[in-house]
């Protein structure tokens, strides 16, 4: 059999994630798209080339389906050191949890933005990251990924979710937010698998350890139960404009209240909910477990971050006791059927998916010896399928990201050995050692991509 063009065919464990393929030994590139999978001899019988061998495991690339990438890369520019290693890039933006994301008098130019992300994506992709779903890309941070794509320079695809604050004075209310959306001349999922519209970013509540997510039952014994961002009727309204007009929704919902509240309203959007990707969008505190039967049914992807409970276990245990042990309800949400998307949060909260998965598998928080509650833990490959499979429904790519097999993008990172096989305590500390995004490698340990 002739050559395929511009094939690359490699020796090497395979976690795919694909179920009807679980591993395999080789698999091939052609381009930018994965053209065989399975033993040495198929591979080489497909491609006709013999697979070169690599040392370590492969997995597909890594898809965070919650990061502020450009928040995080101006915060980088502030912050850390040019020529930082990983390690430290991540201790400094443990260090500066609470400063602004931009030290600038100024704020950031279009250079200033396309130069931070040139500099931020490699830390990424050496954590295995090869596609993110930006939660709240403003205006100029949308400009700022358009402009790092007609440079070249942006090497992690793109899901950028339009953020119109419903409040301020560009958008004071939702009728400005309908028609700033009218206007625009495009919807969710407009783009290419590099950059892409996502759904419209809305918030029903606010901060759990401010106190301010929306409760079935009150914080203390004072009767509040949290902060209402959005009155209901007004939220249906927006949620069935957008769905009858190409838009999908992604609403920040941390309290049971309001994420019954926004399940709600989205069962009465019909296909949209799928078609159009919305999400449930942190819904980790007392979620009923009637809202998570119904938010799985009508097809909503729960967009969950476990650094978020990493970073605020303590301190919810302290608030609400007992009632914040099953914070983060990870395995509720997948016994129910429902799409888990894993993503970070980042840069506020810490953003290394090999922690992050640690966490969902132990239920360890900061500050505490104890674990929350093991009847939420899950596996890590359970752990990496959201990271994988899950998140590449958020990110609109679903069978074709987040899996090795054939026909799928030739997204993948080599990493030392299989995440699944060890202590999950080392997981921590496995090394990524290649990442290739769309079949070219974009970083390599100890050299220059």
């Known amino acids: 059999m002739s050559t395929l063009p511009e094939t ?44 070169v061998a690599l ?56 250079a200033q933005r396309v130069d931070a992300l040139r500099r931020f994506q490699p830390y990424l992709h050496e954590m295995g990251i090869t596609s993110a779903v930006d939660p709240a890309a403003t205006p100029d941070e949308l400009a700022g990924y358009q402009e790092a794509v007609r440079q070249g320079a942006l090497t992690v695809r793109t899901v950028a979710m339009p953020y119109l604050e419903i409040g301020s004075a560009e958008t004071p209310d939702v009728d400005a937010v309908i028609a700033r959306l009218a206007g625009v001349g ?38 509040y139960t949290g902060l209402s961002r959005l009155d209901e009727a007004e939220f249906d309204r927006l949620v069935q404009w957008c769905a009858a007009n190409g838009w999908g929704v992604g609403t920040h919902a941390v309290g049971g209240a309001a994420i019954g509240m926004v399940t709600r309203a989205y069962a009465r959007a019909g296909d949209a909910v799928r078609e159009r990707g919305f999400q449930l969008i942190h819904a980790y505190l007392e979620p009923s477990p009637e809202t998570i039967a119904l938010a799985a049914e009508i097809g909503v992807i729960a967009s969950l971050q476990p650094s978020i409970i990493w970073h605020n276990g303590s301190g919810l245990r302290a608030k609400l006791g007992d009632r914040a042990e099953r914070s983060n309800p990870v395995r509720s949400w997948l016994d129910a059927g429902a799409t888990v998307a894993f993503g970070s949060d980042g840069p506020f ?25 093991l009847d939420e833990a899950i596996t890590i490959e359970e752990a990496l399928h959201a990271y994988t499979v899950g998140a590449a429904v958020a990110a609109f790519a679903e069978g074709r990201r987040g899996v090795i097999r054939v026909g799928a993008a030739a997204d993948w990172a080599l990493w030392e050995s299989d995440p699944t096989t060890g202590e999950i305590d080392a997981l921590r500390t496995l090394r990524v050692l290649r990442t290739d995004v769309a079949g070219r490698t974009v970083y390599a340990r100890g050299t220059s991509a």
């Not at 370590?56 to 912050?79: C, N, Q, T």
């Not at 901060?207 to 301010?212: D, F, I, R, V, Y």
């Open 8 to 51: 690359r065919a490699y020796g090497v464990p395979v976690l795919t994630m694909d179920p009807a393929q679980p591993r395999a030994e080789a698999f091939a590139v052609a381009g930018d798209t994965i053209v065989a999978v399975g033993s040495i001899e198929h591979v080489r019988e497909v491609t006709g080339i013999d697979p």
């Open 55 to 110: 040392d370590g495991v492969v997995l597909p690339g890594l898809i965070d389906a919650h990061l502020h990438m450009e928040r995080g890369a101006l915060k980088m520019l502030s912050y850390v050191r040019e020529g930082a290693s990983l390690d430290e890039l991540l201790r400094r933006m443990d260090e500066t949890f609470d400063d602004e994301d931009w030290a600038g008098v100024e704020p950031p130019t279009l």
């Open 186 to 223: 495009a919807s969710t999922r407009f783009g290419d698998d590099l950059l892409r519209l996502g759904p419209i970013k809305v918030y029903a509540d606010g901060e759990a350890l401010k106190g301010q997510a929306l409760l079935e039952q009150p914080w203390d014994e004072s009767g």
């Open 349 to 373: 909260f810490a953003f290394d998916p090999r922690h992050l998965m640690w966490q969902a598998v132990t239920r360890k928080v900061a500050g505490e010896s104890e674990p929350l509650s």
